[in-house]
């Protein structure tokens, strides 16, 4: 029987969104079960946590594409009843309600909120929902709502139904992706802490949901009073909350750095402090942020223990121990960093589909995979498996695809071939203009009969015309017929919201045959209607903006989209488990891989794994070996690379002599080093050794009688020091497995430790806490210091303190090959990070998890290069495998491809030769870089496949040679003076 | 007399500053009509020439909206527009053309109030300064 | 620092040259571009040459600066820097945009041998073709007492006057009697000093001093020319006065050296406006003067070179309508260049500023939002 190939997704989160996209790119069905009424009504991480106080993944989501061009099915109010059947094989069963006023037909117009007759408070009983701070998202008070169908009557796209059934569908799907929302911690949770109790105390998201429409301003921390407070307190909850409450997500201390620096932006003159049990950011330019709040003045204090009192109306009490002393603050408003709950989905969905939770009540993955959970075919991604960091949650999505096209059936959308376009080359400019009344609502609050009468006269218009609109359907057909009967070859429509509806405005306009570069979308409604009031003025405003779609247009020029072939193959550099991970993910689903190892064997640093990982790599080996579509070479490496993303070629120096190898992708797994410390007296002494070395040495020390009487460990060797400003990610697991371990062969541990990253494995911290293995905390660079008296070794830190001890082991980290990096990235023209490490679309300002640059649904964000594992960042194993399997997951999105279209289509960025003097600057600015200089010509040529059509190459070039497809140099000076002459 | 409206021109970016300004109009927050918005693809787009030309050709001051520092859509442009700026306000303030004519003030998608706050306070502030000689001149 | 010592009995022009030709003898270089008189005696070109005997018609000093070396330097290298090496003789000025030139890919520096000389500046190219003698006569008077007589304004504030970022440099000031300095700037000057067997390890303290003394001083009156200059050109009024005589010639543009475009902006595309256009602008302003937009391309262009502008005078120069020009620009450049900690042709490791950005900048240029406004 043949496998079923549609893909279920059920829930939103970014995770889910991710592999949506990834999936429909792929060529697969998908079903989106949406718990909520409308888009993000399921908070998920991102928008749960708002770390940063803009977001933007509306915008990056691919529902909206995906589902103009019919490949995504998206149900509302949806909830998962049934499955069964196994992998390939599913059948589901689900209940799903359309919604009221479906979002994606609604125009947007304002009528039944006009005609309903309920007012409530300073609403309707139908409104716009206020906390969607873009889409206009209609929302039906169904408590007030006497259900008179006023509304329904008279909405004019039949977008709204007060009527909606609830129904039961059974659909056959091959795999199934839970991806369920954020569970933030409630009032309850943060009972401790007096949320709820007091003014003084508030959630961080809370402040940030405050600021949506003005960003992190001092009116966001205004209290009720009405007072601005002069002293903050920023609480990260999970550090001092009660057990089994919430989990913290690794960004949680960066959020408290970023919101504390933020604090110091707006109020140069508070009193910022924030209080936390350790630091824990450990992603890309997590530690900067550290300094970054040090450095703006904030105070960090590192406690154990905290006390939070509401002193009455006043303030919050803040009581917390430091280095073994009280202390009391008390600040003006308390702001909470809170973590995660365990899903409250959990149990239903194992009941549904027999997937198991963890022991936080997670769902649980199995081991080496990276979000497939104990059932096989139905994967879980996301926070539904665990906190996690935003970029990891969207890994995952691309990971997905990596591990379920094997249970997957052959692609089953295909899209539709766009309309013909007539050549109008040559043509005199005939402009027309339509003008749109949203079916009549927009007469109310403008004459659009004004308007139409003064925009006939001018120069070069030919047809004027209002049109009822273009947005539905039914408007659209009917606007492109009106469109070619009129015989224009411009048109300018004057309309609404291009950034939503830009899609359904290109089809209006290519269904009457016209070239999208030849038209013009004017906002009538965005820049006049909804946001000014005096009639006369706005119709000056809207002639003057249509003015400007018409100069733009006369001097437009068609084109059409370039295509390019693309090499259906990928080239993986590094044999390690990061690169077996990503060649393993790409031959396995299809495509030819070449893997070039620089040693003589595969595996990496295999020496650093626990056993069980040990056989992982051995068996990946084996099948990355056996697999046909893998050509392996070892002892060679890259030595030169021409061609740019989709179409490379390299060449590879085997022992054999060069091979040449084209490839459409390359991945860079080339891996890290371990740091070799300097000072500590390693090297002096056989008793000061690395973790790794003890690690090594560990059976035999367990093996003996007793263990070594007294050991101390110094974390941070080589980490968060001047010279490698990031977290190691490895260095406080690792010491914790041995700490405890030798625990409990009864030796007296000591740890010397800045701040337990132990993210993940806080049992690990507590189980090594209970047994007794002593922390010893040291500030900041103030290292302790390894002496020798005599024949003991003694660790003494900065306030003098001594500790002798038999062994003392250095917790070192994870450094980047710099030499070799540095190769890799001139053969490859590919940046590296300021860490020495490669560059990512993780390595984002402010830091990681700033998710829009993650979010960007864009292959070629990186030129088809993707840094995995130890070369985009230090990590541990499994996050490793996670990089590669996201790397492979991208890499399959585009590898099925014959013909490689560029990202924006025909709006690209191309050069006038004649004009272009090969100064290069334009290179040099090119953000994706996609120009290069012809050195024959010495001209530069751009890589549409790369280009995003962003412009900055248009700006830096003096004369212009650079241009847009639409935005000429012709274009812009004669449009600002129409702008500004009407 | 009648009170004297300042004509203003407002560079938007195609993503978070036109985004701002359509979560402002998804709100219905109120500007004056004689803000005139221009959309370009990315503030890093934007050429000096486009600023110095508005000036002369009849705007009273110009506003640069784009996304916040880190989070531009097309990576880094953000930041080269704001070098930009710095060039156009330096040739202005050195030949006294009024460099305080020119905003810069990022607004990001969701952010509407601040679109239409930026607009209200140029607004005002522009009506402080009086017109912008330039644009009256017949010999520029 | 130090410099090796060469002989120079009968000028300095004597000294550098007979230096120039041993070089050239020993295969040091393969072809020299030197400023040598025109044959009509009236003016100076650039002349690539590689027979020795040209050099007796070779002025290392010219009294006026026709064209900017590194333009024609550029037209050189621009495609490319070829197998020869040629050595090349410049006033610091221009050895500057050469420099910004090599950042911006119009000159190759690969093959070429930067020379520099301490320069007392040139006279203004309008006088000195009106009678060239005359201009002769009092140049050497100039090159004697290091004063410029017939003020050229550009060079009467230029505080950039000694050693560039160039491979060699002749020092003037300061030299003992009859001779010269040699001061290497790179390795490469110092291989070319070692393979002509030159020591070059003695002190230059006098040349360095009189450099230092000599730019002191005109930094403190570039200073106060600026403020005053300034004073006259800000505001509207006073600015487009300045400019109302101007033709849309574009010369300023066409002699530039940092103006590497074959198709200058402001003559293309961009400014291709229709009659309605025109009249349009007309009726918003009451009238339009033409050739119009003046105003746009002395902002433009300063908006696209100005960052890159090493103050050579050359625009003012050749402009036929006695617009100050270089004055106007090198108060916008000055000021601009500040802006980013920038010195045109100071070193050719520093970055265009225009092509680079930190995150953390420029706070200044951004409006704060701190509070929301008529709450």
């Not at chain 1, 979000?371 to 997905?400: H, L, M, Q, R, Y």
């Not at chain 1, 070629?649 to 022992?655: D, E, G, I, M, Y």
């Not at chain 1, 002593?774 to 003098?800: C, I, M, W």
């Amino acid at each position: 029987m043949a496998k079923e190939s549609t893909v279920l997704i059920y829930g939103t989160n970014l995770g889910g969104y991710r592999a949506a996209y990834a999936f429909c790119k792929k060529g697969y069905k998908v079903i989106l079960l949406n718990r909520g009424r409308y888009v993000d009504e399921m908070k998920n991480q991102a928008l749960a946590q708002l770390p940063l106080d803009f977001c933007w993944i509306c915008g990056h989501m691919p529902q909206r594409l995906f589902k103009a061009i019919g490949c995504v099915t998206d149900c509302y109010n949806a909830e998962l009843l049934e499955v069964s059947g196994e992998a390939g094989h599913f059948k589901v069963k689900y209940r799903t309600k359309a919604q009221l006023v479906n979002n994606f037909a609604c125009a947007e117009c304002d009528q039944c909120i006009e005609v309903c007759p309920v007012r409530v408070g300073d609403r309707k009983a139908i409104f716009v929902h206020p906390e969607a701070a873009w889409e206009n998202i209609y929302l039906i008070d169904w408590e007030q709502c006497t259900r008179c169908g006023k509304c329904e009557e008279i909405c004019p796209t039949g977008a709204l139904k007060l009527e909606r059934s609830e129904e039961v569908q059974e659909m056959d799907v091959g795999v199934i992706i839970l991806a369920p929302e954020f569970d933030e911690p409630i009032e309850a949770d943060l009972e401790e802490f007096g949320l709820g109790k007091t003014p003084h105390v508030m959630k961080n998201s809370t402040i940030a949901r405050k600021s949506l429409l003005t960003n992190f301003v001092r009116d966001s921390v205004t209290l009720p009073s009405g007072k601005v407070p002069q002293s903050f307190g920023i609480v990260i909850t999970p550090h001092f909350n009660k057990s089994g409450i919430e989990y913290e997500n690794y960004n949680l201390s960066v959020s408290a750095a970023h919101r504390a620096v933020k604090l110091k932006e707006i109020l140069p003159e508070a009193q910022v402090t924030i209080f936390l049990r350790d630091y824990r950011g450990f992603g890309k330019k997590h530690y900067l942020w550290y300094k970054k709040a040090q450095d703006a003045g904030v105070q960090l204090v590192k406690t154990h223990k905290l006390k939070m009192t509401p002193q009455g109306e006043e303030n919050v009490a803040i009581e917390y121990e430091e280095n073994g002393r009280g202390g009391t603050q008390r600040v003006e408003l308390a702001i909470l960093i809170t973590g995660q709950k365990s899903p409250a989905l959990m149990e239903p969905l194992s009941r549904i589909c027999g997937v198991k939770a963890d022991d936080r009540g997670f769902c649980q993955i199995r081991p080496f995979s990276s979000c497939e959970t104990d059932v096989d075919g139905i994967f879980a991604v996301g926070e539904f498996s665990g906190p996690k960091g935003n970029p990891e949650t969207i890994w995952e999505g691309c990971a997905a695809l990596t591990e379920a096209l094997k249970y997957l059936g052959e692609p089953n959308f295909q899209r539709a071939a766009p309309p013909p376009l007539k050549d109008m080359a040559g043509e005199r400019p005939r402009v027309g203009v339509f003008i749109c009344s949203c079916f009549g609502t927009f007469n109310k609050r403008m004459d659009l009969e004004v308007l139409r009468e003064t925009t006939e006269g001018l120069p070069g218009v030919s047809h004027t015309e209002i049109i009822r609109a273009c947005c539905t359907p039914a408007t659209i057909k009917e606007t492109a017929e009106r469109i070619k009967k009129s015989g224009v070859n411009r048109v300018v429509l004057a309309v609404c919201t291009p950034l939503q509806k830009l899609l359904k405005y290109r089809k209006t306009v290519m269904m009457a045959g016209l070239n999208p570069l030849l038209t013009e979308y004017v906002r009538l409604r965005e820049d006049v209607i909804y946001v000014h009031k005096d009639r006369d003025k706005m119709l000056t405003k809207a002639l003057a903006l249509i003015r400007v779609g018409i100069e733009r247009v006369r001097r437009g020029a068609q084109a059409s989209p370039p295509t390019d072939a693309f090499t259906p193959h990928a080239l993986v550099i590094g044999g390690g488990l990061s690169g077996l991970v990503a060649a393993d993910g790409i031959a396995s689903n299809g495509f030819t891989v070449t893997l070039v190892e620089q040693k003589d064997t595969l595996g990496g640093h295999i020496e650093y794994l626990w056993p069980a990982q040990k056989d992982y790599v051995w068996s990946l080996i084996s099948k990355v070996e056996s697999n046909s579509n893998v050509i392996v070479y070892k002892n060679a490496v890259l030595k030169e690379t021409a061609g740019y993303a989709g179409n490379f070629k390299a060449t590879v120096s085997t022992p054999d002599g060069d091979v040449s190898v084209d490839t459409g992708v390359v991945i860079l797994a080339t891996g890290a080093r371990e740091y070799r410390p300097d000072g500590f007296l390693y090297g002096k002494d056989p008793r000061i050794i690395t973790q790794l070395e003890l690690k090594e040495r560990l059976p035999q020390l367990l093996k003996a009688e007793r263990g070594p009487r007294a050991v101390a460990m110094v974390q941070c060797v080589g980490s968060k020091d001047a010279r490698h400003p990031y977290c190691s990610r490895i260095c406080c697991d690792q010491a914790l497995e041995n700490a405890i371990k030798l625990r409990q062969k009864n030796s007296d541990v000591t740890i010397f430790y800045r701040d337990m990253t132990s993210y993940g494995q806080e049992n690990l911290y507590k189980k090594a806490g209970k047994l007794g293995v002593k922390f010893v905390r040291f500030e900041d660079h103030h290292y302790p210091e390894v002496r020798k008296s005599g024949k003991t070794l003694e660790v003494v830190t900065a306030n003098g303190n001594k500790q002798e001890a038999d062994l003392v082991v250095l917790s070192t980290g994870i450094v980047p090959d710099i030499a070799n990096n540095e190769d890799l990235s001139f053969l490859l023209g590919y940046p590296l990070d300021a860490d020495g490490f490669f560059d990512s679309d993780a390595n984002a300002y402010p830091y990681e998890e700033a998710i829009k640059r993650l979010t960007k649904p864009y292959e070629w964000a990186t030129n088809c290069i993707y840094p995995v594992g130890l070369a985009h960042s230090p990590r541990g194993f499994d996050a490793c495998i996670l990089t590669a399997r996201d790397a492979a997951g991208r890499a399959l999105t585009i590898l099925g491809k014959k013909r490689m279209p560029p990202p924006n289509a025909m709006y690209v960025a191309d050069v006038k030769e004649s004009l272009c003097m090969g100064c290069g600057v334009c290179v040099d600015v090119c953000a994706y870089s996609a120009r290069h200089i012809d050195p024959s010509k010495k001209v530069a040529v751009v890589h549409p496949f790369l280009c995003d059509s962003c412009g900055s190459c248009v700006a830096i070039c003096p004369n212009d040679a650079s241009y847009l497809t639409d935005f000429k140099s012709n274009q812009p000076i004669g449009a600002l003076d129409v702008l500004l002459g009407t | 007399m009648k009170e004297f409206e300042p004509k203003i021109v407002y560079f938007l970016c195609d993503w978070c500053g036109t985004g701002g300004c359509e979560t402002a109009s998804a709100h219905h927050l109120y500007y004056p009509e004689n803000v005139l918005i221009s959309r370009v693809h990315c503030t890093g787009s934007l050429s000096a020439v486009h600023i110095l030309r508005s000036l002369i050709e009849g705007a009273d001051g110009v506003v640069i909206s784009g996304c916040h520092p880190g989070d531009c859509h097309f990576e880094t442009g953000n930041y080269r527009a704001r070098r930009r700026v710095a060039v156009v306000k330096s040739i202005l303030e050195t030949l006294e053309l009024g460099p305080e004519r020119v905003w810069f003030r990022y607004v990001a998608h969701g952010e509407g109030r601040r679109f239409v706050d930026t607009a209200a306070e140029f607004n005002d502030h522009l009506k402080k300064l009086g017109p912008n000689p330039l644009k009256l001149r017949r010999d520029t | 620092m130090k410099g090796a010592v060469i002989q120079a009995k009968a000028g300095i022009a004597d000294g550098i040259l007979n230096f120039l030709k041993e070089a050239l003898d020993k295969g040091f270089f393969d072809a020299l571009l030197l400023p040598v008189r025109v044959p009509a005696g009236d003016s100076f070109s650039y002349i690539l040459m590689r027979d020795t005997s040209l050099l007796d018609g070779a002025f290392p000093l010219p009294p006026v600066m026709p064209v900017q070396g590194a333009r024609a330097l550029s037209s050189l290298t621009r495609y490319g820097k070829g197998t020869n090496r040629i050595a090349v003789l410049m006033r610091p000025c221009e050895i500057r945009a050469a420099i910004e030139l090599h950042k911006l890919d119009q000159v190759d520096l690969e093959n070429i041998f930067l020379l520099s000389v301490d320069c007392p500046g040139v006279l203004p190219l309008g006088d000195y073709i009106k009678d060239p003698r005359k201009g002769d006569a009092l140049y050497e008077k100039v090159l004697q007492e290091w004063i410029i007589r017939s003020p050229r304004w550009a060079c009467d504030i230029c505080d950039k006057f000694s050693m560039p970022h160039s491979d060699a440099h002749f020092g003037i000031l300061g030299a003992p009697e009859s001779s010269l300095f040699v001061i290497p700037g790179t390795t490469k000057g110092k291989d070319f000093l070692e393979s002509l067997d030159i020591e070059y390890h003695t002190s230059v303290k006098s040349w360095e001093t009189k450099v230092q003394e000599l730019t002191e001083e005109i930094s403190k009156k570039r200073e106060q020319t600026l403020q005053a200059l300034s004073r006259d050109t800000r505001g509207p009024e006073r600015l487009l006065g300045i400019f109302s005589k101007c033709i849309n010639c574009h010369n300023c543009m066409r002699v530039c050296p940092i103006c590497y475009c074959r198709q200058c902006y402001f003559d293309s595309d961009a400014l291709k406006l229709t009659p309605d256009n025109y009249l349009m602008r007309a009726q918003k302003k009451g009238a339009l003067r033409f050739m119009p937009d003046t105003l746009l391309f002395q902002l433009g262009r300063m908006s696209h070179m100005g960052l890159s502008c090493v103050s050579c005078g050359t625009c003012e120069d050749a402009c036929p309508m006695a617009i100050p020009v270089s004055r106007i620009f090198t108060l916008v450049a000055d000021s601009m260049q500040e802006v980013f900690d920038y010195v045109a042709g100071r070193n050719p490791q520093d970055p265009l500023p225009q092509i680079v950005y930190k995150e953390e900048e420029l706070k200044e240029v951004e409006k704060a939002y701190i509070e929301t406004y008529n709450k």
